[in-house]
């Protein structure tokens, strides 16, 4: 009989700190997003939400802790290995939807692709079609509307099946009607290939989708409230 394996959390953090200059930002956050698990991140502004982001995506090495991606760490890979994992493992939406203004829809959704192993066309368009955008596949993104731009960025964010998205405030500039499609498309394609979400909100409605709850306050990770944890 094979041996019984568990598999490890999609993304894990172990005691992350990290600072601008004299500036210590991030105090030894852990945290960890199991396959397919939806977990929002919540807290106030300038609590080092999008710092923590950057340093999970591999955009950034931490000063000091760990990230690992599907039981691999990432923070001791070199800039370009980690590049290419990124590409493969994790997926991105940002408030703005950095998509490449030069490329059409359909190339920026190969995008992650092209880095990775395999430009997969058939794939990618699939994805447009399931964001409703399969008709535009062909323009620039420089002529679809912000809720449109930041559809196509759900697409390129889960073309690769990466094994975690990471989503700052990906439906901060769009309108209530737009959020809620854009959460729905982001969270029901992630939920289907077993993605890992964790998801940076000040979004109530939003945070409501999520399996469980996290707080940053001041750079550490608070106690989980209502989650069976001891309260004093
Ligand atoms: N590149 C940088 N250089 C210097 N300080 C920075 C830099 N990036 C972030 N900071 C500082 O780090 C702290 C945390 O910023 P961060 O952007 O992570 O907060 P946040 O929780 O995402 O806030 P918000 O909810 O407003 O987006 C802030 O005090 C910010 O000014
Ligand atoms: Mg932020």
């Known amino acids: 009989m094979p041996p ?7 993304l894990e953090a172990r005691a992350v700190v990290h600072g601008f200059g004299e500036l210590t930002v ?18 106030p502004s300038g609590s080092g939400k999008s710092t923590l982001l950057h340093l999970l995506g591999g955009l950034d090495v931490p000063r000091g802790g760990e990230v690992w991606w599907a039981g691999e760490r990432a923070d001791t890979l070199g800039t370009q ?17 950095y998509l490449l203004e030069d490329l059409n829809v359909l190339q920026n959704v190969q995008v992650p692709g092209m880095l990775g192993a395999l ?29 449109e731009r930041q559809r196509v960025a759900v697409a390129r964010a889960l073309a690769a099946r990466p094994a975690i998205v990471l989503a700052d405030e990906p439906t901060g500039s769009l309108d209530r ?8 498309l982001m969270l029901g394609l992630a939920r289907e290939q077993g993605s890992g979400v964790l998801l940076v909100t000040h979004d109530e409605h939003l945070a409501a989708h999520a399996d469980r709850t996290l707080h940053l306050l001041d750079g ?3 106690e989980a409230v209502g989650m069976g944890a001891p309260t004093r």
Not at 85 to 95: D, E, H, K, M, N
């Open 4 to 10: 019984v394996t568990f598999a490890p959390p999609a």
């Open 220 to 222: 550490r990770m608070q």
């Open 177 to 184: 009607a737009n959020a809620e499609r854009v959460a729905e």
């Open 81 to 97: 290995a980690r590049s290419v994992r990124r590409a493969g493992r994790v997926g991105l939406i940002f408030q703005h939807h």
């Open 26 to 43: 991030l105090h030894g956050v852990s945290l960890a997003v199991s396959p397919g698990e939806v977990v929002a991140l919540l807290g």
């Open 119 to 147: 430009a997969d066309g058939g794939r990618a368009l699939a994805l447009l079609e399931r964001v409703g955008l399969g008709h535009r596949a062909l323009d620039l993104p420089g002529v679809l509307s912000g809720g």
